[in-house]
């Protein structure tokens, strides 16, 4: 493609309102632009260190217009304000060639052809709105995108091997974000583990995550501009799908590199090996081989078979490296510290098959860590056997062939059976678990409940895509003061509520129980964290509220401990005192909880993110880890009295970076039916209706917004339990239970699989049906 049809193809697509992310090679440099989802205008990205001349045009007072020419050919930009043009200027003036291994200028640059529309903001109220606020009230934005602006950027591609950031290898066909760090590239571990690898806050902390981090079961990435994994479906013009794979606003765009790796794949084995790469399988005959070519930018696993307990061969091609290994990490063992403590969490196995990994080195100079790695046993020695076993690591240069062998020499003949796939239920994917599973007790269960004799009063469920089972985006908190998002991408069966959530009430109400169980297919559900508001305890549980605001400007979180009552802060984790009270001066504009409205509560794990790896998204020195995964169970015995002036009690679910940010803010929720990161309403008195309680769930650009006002009575004079079940094991349902208050016993610590089953499977049965 030479100059002119790059100019002409640009201004014909920026007149579309659908884009995909290409990369264009022309004679003089590369091109990366794609269309904003939130925003709705195209941003472009451009290597310009060859960039001839610069010409500035007048407009209006706060508009600038220049040109930039390349070669014979001129295009228009415009910026908004001055000093972004003449920052952005410097920055190409300082730069008359490209010194060897150092970053690309980074630009976003809006086209001349698009409206001048605000970028996506965050919201006024973030996860809750206050009764009374219209939900068309608008939102304040969060700190402007300029549309032309230079960011000098660490670029992580670059080969240079102080600065490449390890991509932390998973079991999904989409690019793992990549850290880029002024001082140190953060490592992200190469892990076996189902739930989102979060983004690692620092050079001295490794991003563990759960069972297959590289990218996650349930597809959380942070859209990076790298190129995506082979086999992503084609758009119209055969260019490779980049849906989940597209820069953030603020994300330095990378240059397209053209060099792949080769990896062959042979099977030494006594049967035929069913490789699969998250995407589809192909069968390698005994004897036989297939190969494959893993672009710059990719990152994902390669397995036999289809289920998840199977010895995975990782790969990340980043920055002129070939980053691989094995796991052998247990499914389903959260933020496990060694094999055998992921193995008693998970109870399943992380291997079928031996494997082994070997560059072809030949005649070569290469670094110390380009060797071979082998697993021919469960807890092998060459393989990771837990999220943060980064000794297990190795790279090569890009341009070294790779083999990977099942059965290298005939090794697992004997000892190893056949895996042979299974056509996986469309939606699905394999379940994340709990992320605060090791926090749970390690005493065997005392009790079970048996799987009959509850009665249910009222039941609401959402399904399927009503569930979040449909792929979709939400702005990541990076930066409180500046209010900076990146873009994430999730696919799972129940939606964003598949990561860490937090549970949050607010009075008038009387909280008698808390119990949350982390759930396993076909297994027992195990309870990780109680409250009990009678005996004056609370295990693997803190309270906290949003009262703990700093109003100096500092980057930090409202979220604080509550105290016993709610109305205040404390200075370390209190036991809750079970009653939250109605708003004491609902005049009061902006009084916030407590005043204005109920007081209110909210409860997360007492793990702080500064343990096991961090959370995903904005936290500070309070910021504790939630409930995590598909499959987890809320159990809460309540009542709501009939408050004397606001009277709105209410229990809701948010994804907790909501609350690790500021809920009532900055934060990845939004406000009304645009749902982001996600939030589920379990019991709500909205409106007039004082006597009922309703549901909703709100979750990604709000194109689905499920849920019905009044489905309950409101409990005002007795205790009722509610029961909330999330479950990604199938298409994916989300079911609200309401049963008696004296229905449930809190001092079991599991729950039958029986039990689960009988709830998920009851027909619906509430008001409206």
């Known amino acids: 493609m030479d100059l002119p049809e790059l100019k002409g193809y640009l201004r014909k697509k920026s007149r579309h309102d659908r884009w995909q992310r290409r990369y264009f090679e022309a004679t003089t440099h590369y091109l990366t632009y794609y269309k904003s989802r939130e925003s709705e205008k195209l941003l472009a990205c451009i290597d310009l260190w060859r960039t001839q001349t610069i010409d500035f045009h007048a407009t209006d007072s706060d508009k600038l217009e220049f040109s930039i020419a390349i070669g014979d050919q001129s295009y228009l930009l415009k910026a908004d304000s001055q000093d972004e043009a003449t920052r952005w200027v410097k920055g190409l003036q300082a730069r008359q060639h490209r010194p060897e291994g150092t970053p690309s200028e980074v630009f976003s640059l809006r086209s001349e052809h698009m409206d001048a529309e605000s970028d996506a903001s965050s919201s006024e109220y973030g996860g809750r709105r206050p009764r009374g606020a219209s939900s068309d009230n608008g939102s304040v934005s969060g700190s402007r995108r300029s549309s032309l602006s230079y960011a000098d950027v660490q670029n992580p591609v670059v080969p240079n091997a102080d600065a490449i950031a390890r991509s932390s290898l998973s079991h999904a066909d989409a690019p793992n974000p990549v850290v880029p760090n002024a001082n140190a590239i953060a490592r992200a571990s190469f892990s076996h583990a189902e739930t989102p690898n979060p983004v690692v806050p620092n050079a001295n902390t490794i991003a563990a995550g759960v069972k297959y981090p590289m990218v996650s079961t349930n597809q959380q990435v942070t859209r990076s501009t790298m190129a995506t994994a082979a086999g992503k479906p084609q758009d119209d013009e055969g260019t490779p799908n980049a849906q989940c794979c597209a820069p953030a606003l603020a994300v330095a765009a990378q240059i397209a590199v053209t060099m792949a790796t080769s990896v062959s794949f042979v099977n030494d084995c006594a049967y035929d090996i069913h490789l699969y790469d998250n995407n589809a399988a192909e069968t390698i005959s005994v004897g036989s081989s297939t190969s494959r070519n893993l672009a710059d930018g990719f990152s994902g696993m390669f397995r036999n078979g289809m289920d998840s307990e199977a010895t995975l061969a990782q790969f990340a091609i980043n920055g002129g490296k070939s980053w691989y290994s094995i796991s052998a990490v247990p499914p389903g063992a959260g933020n496990c510290i060694s094999y055998e403590d992921c193995a008693k969490t998970s109870g399943k196995t992380g291997y079928n098959v031996a494997m082994s990994i070997t560059p072809d080195i030949g005649g070569a100079s290469v670094n110390p860590e380009c060797a071979a790695v082998t697993c021919a046993s469960t807890d092998c020695d060459g393989a990771y056997l837990y999220p943060t076993d980064d000794s297990k690591l190795r790279n090569c240069p890009d341009n070294i062939a790779i083999e990977v062998a099942f059965c290298p020499g005939g090794s697992s003949n004997s000892t ?79 939606g964003p ?273």
């Open 416 to 494: 190893t059976t056949p895996t042979t796939p299974t056509t996986p239920m469309e939606g699905t994917v394999a379940p994340p678990v709990i992320s605060c599973a090791t926090a749970a007790p390690t005493v065997t269960p005392a009790a079970t409940i048996p799987s009959s004799g509850v009665n249910t009063r009222s039941s609401y469920e959402y399904r399927s895509a009503d569930a979040g089972s449909a792929t979709g985006y939400y702005g990541k908190i990076t930066d409180m003061l500046s209010c900076s998002t990146e873009e994430v991408c999730v696919t799972d069966p129940v």
């Open 497 to 769: 509520m598949s990561e860490e959530v937090t549970i949050v009430f607010r009075g008038p109400m009387d909280i008698y129980n808390i119990a949350v169980f982390a759930g396993s297919s076909g297994r027992d559900w195990t309870k990780v964290s109680a409250y009990d508001s009678a005996a004056g305890t609370q295990d693997n549980m803190i309270f906290m509220n949003n009262r703990n605001i700093d109003y100096s400007g500092a980057n930090s979180s409202p979220q604080g401990y509550s105290t016993s009552d709610g109305a205040g802060t404390a200075t370390e984790s209190t036991i809750f005192g079970g009653t939250l009270a109605d708003a004491s001066n609902p005049s009061a504009i902006g009084g916030g909880p407590c005043v204005s409205t109920g007081c209110e509560v909210n409860i997360l794990t007492a793990t702080n993110c500064a343990e096991g790896g961090g959370c995903i998204g904005y936290y500070d020195d309070l910021g504790f880890h939630g409930w995590g995964g598909g499959m987890k169970m809320l159990v809460t015995k309540v009542m709501m009295p009939t408050g004397s002036t606001v009277d709105m009690p209410a229990i809701w679910m948010l994804n907790a970076q909501v609350v690790r940010a500021n809920q009532y803010g900055c934060n990845c929720r939004g406000m009304g039916a645009k749902g982001g990161c996600g939030e589920l309403d379990v019991a709500e008195v909205i409106g007039n209706a004082h006597d009922k309680i309703s549901t909703h769930y709100y979750f990604y650009d709000g194109s689905v917004s499920p849920g019905h006002d009044n489905y309950a009575e409101r409990p005002t004079d007795s205790a009722v339990t509610y029961v909330t079940i999330f479950d990604n094991s199938g298409d994916g349902v989300i079911k609200i239970i309401e049963i008696g208050g004296d229905d449930f016993d809190f001092t079991v610590d599991s729950i039958s699989a029986d039990t689960v089953s009988t709830w998920l499977s009851a027909p619906v049965k509430n008001l409206q049906s």
